[in-house]
């Protein structure tokens, strides 16, 4: 295992489409996160699980995001009629909850671009 | 409120030069803090891990200092090379007991090294 992969790396659509996104964490890890992150600023939450239960989301993760992780392996977001403002790095992370650090592992990130 | 903030906001140094980058956080409990490289277009990778009673921590070139009385914590890089531009995060966990809302990120150091 080579730690948290995402798929694609880079996506391009035009306003009003679906994308998917999905990520594979670190195979003994049952946490997973997603984040947001746009240029020059830091990752910002979306959503957590904790195995196949989404236990958070933030209040940035509108109508249009949602997030599955239906077997609490890999991770699926999906955002609908995509907005010029939905265009960001999607981050992926993972953690082991069971040895008290939750040191999060991050992805390489999918570079979404809405045109 | 928890925050996080860095400083500076950008920084241009010559190639084998020595750097310091700077946190202060208003975190409360604190857990831990965190010391993120991200190259452009890649997720974070960490660097260096804290907790309350550890005030240096060395990987390579890179030294984190942390002071939990003043709630400050430096990033010292020495005989900077290339391959150290990149965006350097601070993140500080609280003891909210690793969920996702226990990190606060600040926005980063934007590092860059030139020959």
């Known amino acids: 295992d080579t730690g948290v992969s995402q798929d694609p790396r880079h996506k391009i659509t035009k306003r009003g489409q679906n994308v998917t996104f999905r990520c594979d964490p670190i195979?003994?890890?049952?946490?997973l996160y997603w984040y947001r992150q746009t240029l020059g600023q830091g990752p910002e939450f979306l959503t957590y699980?904790?195995?196949?239960?989404?236990?958070?989301k933030s209040r940035l993760l509108s109508d249009r995001f949602s997030a599955e992780r239906p077997k609490g392996s890999f991770s699926t977001l999906e955002i609908q009629r995509t907005e010029q403002g939905d265009s960001a790095m999607y981050l992926c992370?993972?953690?082991?909850?069971?040895?008290?650090?939750?040191?999060?592992?991050f992805g390489p990130g999918t570079r979404l671009t809405v045109t | 409120k928890n925050q996080v903030e860095q400083s500076p906001q950008s920084l241009i140094i010559l190639e084998g030069k020595n750097c310091t980058l700077q946190c202060n956080y208003t975190v409360s409990p604190f857990s831990n803090l965190r010391w993120y490289k991200q190259d452009t277009g890649r997720g974070p990778v960490s660097l260096t891990i804290?907790?309350?009673?550890?005030n240096t921590k060395s990987n390579g070139r890179y030294t984190a200092t942390l002071d939990a009385d003043t709630k400050q914590s430096s990033l010292h890089i020495t005989a900077s090379q290339l391959s150290d531009s990149a965006s350097y995060i601070c993140?500080?966990?609280?003891?909210?007991?690793?969920?996702?809302?226990?990190?606060?990120f600040g926005k980063g150091t934007h590092l860059i090294i030139q020959p």
């Open positions: 699980f904790q195995n196949e239960a989404q236990l958070e």
């Open positions: 195979s003994e890890h049952n946490r």
């Open positions: 992370a993972s953690s082991f909850s069971g040895g008290g650090s939750y040191e999060q592992y």
């Open positions: 804290m907790t309350f009673s550890e």
């Open positions: 993140v500080v966990t609280d003891y909210s007991g690793g969920g996702a809302d226990g990190l606060t």
